[in-house]
């Protein structure tokens, strides 16, 4: 059987985004074939499906539906992700942001939820907990529902630690977990200003107005006109000298939008709206 | 060594792998590397999550040609060296452009050598080369099989000549690669001279 897993064809892999569109409604024909290519496999190695097999049991199959749905849409992901980045968000986008009346954030492709905790620590070290908001979203409810837990394995949490020491806050990461056994809760004072819910980057638009928003590692999945798209909605969710922040290794390329978004920090990939 | 180099410069791009004791063979091609350099060069070397950049700097600094961390779709283009970025891994996309992820890591590593080799024997086959060079896990050897099993030339650095001889062991031990080298000979190789 192994055999037949090696290689998926761009023929097979074009069949297996159609049926998941007309099935389940997520459109991943704009996604980086690459990756997805390698994940589909990866599945079909684990599960030891064939071409075949596969379709059946995304056809017949709901269950395994949401399973296919978190393996392809990559949910690996750390607190404190690239520490420089939070240092930059501490030193020059807090005193922006500090600013305003409210400081409403969007955590988008939040996956299960290590970023949003993390900039919910951050304002309230920073003392900006009364006045800042996050929204958490994903497309995928089951990564949401661990998010909502906000439920982390003390080995996870021991390599956060150590992002976290390289931020500079004054706190520890701990101060904000309660421990047990050998998983670390987040204190309930970080889930009250955090609303985690669905959405699709894909297919649903702006639903509300941000000061800043993060979308790290998330448009490294699409092609580059998805990621047009979707910088247009992020575009129009921001409020005039909103900030949008992108993966360290992702790059905003039209011309459209770098008129309009003033880079504040190229190694972090921080940009400010201005027009 | 004539036919090595024949097929060497005819490869577009050239992937060069490698971990612990990888970085100084490797350092030596870069800055030896002319500044009119026809093919491409992608290098995939472990290293630390959150060391940024230093890797660029020391070759950029050092080099005739341009060398840069790889961003996400960046075009592949001649005459230039890419490194892979630390905690992400390096995809390859069959436009030639560079995808990134940041899934699980392979052999405890991101960038994992695998993984690009994998996805180079996809979308370059034939048309490429890789070297893999010294470390101390087995990351590299099964995308260095593929390479070699689409058509690509491979090449390993001796484990005799290796500081950390784990990385090209496990090459040699599935038969990835078509020729085992010292890293002299690799360097001289990549410099176009066919002596060793």
Redesign the interface.
Known sequence: MRGSTDELDSIQLTELISLVKNLYGFDFMHYSKASLKRRIMRIMQLKKYDFWELKHALINNTAFFQEFLEEITVNVTEMFRDPSFYRALKTQVMPYLATFQRIKIWSAGCSSGEEPYSLAILMQELGYKNKSFIYATDINTEVLQHAKKGIYSLRNIKGYAENYNQVGLPGTLTDHFTIMYDAATVHSELKKNTLFSVHNLISDGAFNEFQMICCRNVFIYFESELQERVLDVFYNSLCNLGFLCLGSKETIRSDYYKKRLKVVNSRENIYQKVG | MDAILRRLNKAEVIFIGGSAGSFSPVFNIVRSLPHDFKQTLVIIIHRGK?N?SDIENLFGNNCRISVS?????DKIAAGKVYIA?A??HT????NKTF??????PVWFSKPSID?TF??AAR?YGAKCAAILFSGANQDGAEGLLKLRGSGALTIVQSPDDAEITTMPQAAIDINAGEFVLKANQILNLMTGNSQT
């Open positions: 959150n940024f961390e790889i961003t996400d779709k970025p905690n992400y995809l390859i996309e069959k995808a990134l992820d940041v899934s699980e993984v994998d996805s979308t």
